[in-house]
């Protein structure tokens, strides 16, 4: 058994889509704007696991989104090989981040806002 699809739940779709391609280097898997379905991959792995970007809508989703983003939890981690090289180019690209990359127990971490309502982790171990 594996994770082929997992989702995030985002405020926006076609925001989110264009922030997580564009300025985070997914690959678009699957997008149609007219029903709102967004699932891009990783180019590192792009037969891997697919993330969903789910609309949240005005459901349970969206008090569990803030919530999250309310207590500074990150919603997912994206694992990176050089998380200083990555936190350089995505602080080149406009990113919000809340943590710069910080030595833990466990590795190196930082995060960071996906202007779609999350807070997302990087970690390199």
Known sequence: MKITLTSVFVNNPHEAFKFYTEVLGF???TYVPEYGLAIVVSPEEPDG??????PRGESFAKTYQETLYEAGLPVI???VEDIHKEYERLIELGVKFRKEPTKTDWGVEAIFEDTCGNLI???QN
Do not use: C, I
């Open 77 to 79: 981690v994206f694992g």
């Open 121 to 123: 982790q990087l970690a």
């Open 27 to 29: 690959l678009k898997k």
């Open 49 to 54: 696991t697919g993330l969903l970007l789910e």
